[in-house]
């Protein structure tokens, strides 16, 4: 006897190794593969059930078609946010960091100056890896996925967003002016923290589209 709920669990399981289609994507192609069957059934009372799920599963298409299907008209939110996490992490490198002017004279340190500074590079590593690493989430790669992950780059990127406010907000309202020109040249600071939050929210939503969108069905 054909078992319908077996032949379909086959092939969700085909196309979460032949795809990158996502629980929730894959949820609602196996909704609509079943009401496909029904339908062929319906259409055709004396169909039998197996050759309705082979038409079904032709009309539904291939992994790698639906893969493209979805990439077009699926939620690419989450693409943004990482588009422009990278941009504003890449432009940080070339942006002015920071202004110093001592005795009438000044000179102008650059992000990736700070950035490869020997003495700073140890402890920026893990940010930089950090930010390395979200870019598995255009594959789903399960490090992309994890927790820790965006709670680094989201709490990082807010810390050093919330710094240079602070230090730019004294700069205007205090009487040290003196400390203004140190302070217009920050435009790489803004930018990397920038980065690190919206790198944050783009795996936010992405890993909400990894989430199954309803239970689990149990074979009886």
Known sequence: MFDLD?????????????????PRELDELEDHLRARVDLEMELNAVLAPEK?????????????????????VGKPKWRRWLVAGWAAYAAAWFLPMLRIELFGGGATMYGHQLFLDPEAIIVLLPVHLAMLMTVSALWGGRCSRARWLRWLLGCAGGLLLGWIGALAGYGVFSEGWTVLPKL?????????????VC???GLRLRAREWESATPKRVSA
């Open 52 to 72: 309705a799920f082979a038409i079904a599963r032709h009309e539904l298409g291939e992994a790698a078609a639906l893969s493209k299907e979805f990439a077009k």
């Open 199 to 201: 790198a944050a929210v």
């Open 184 to 196: 217009i040249f920050t435009s790489a600071f803004w930018s990397w923290g920038g980065s690190m």
């Open 6 to 22: 077996g032949r379909v669990r086959q092939w969700r399981e085909r196309q979460e190794c032949t795809s990158s289609l996502s």
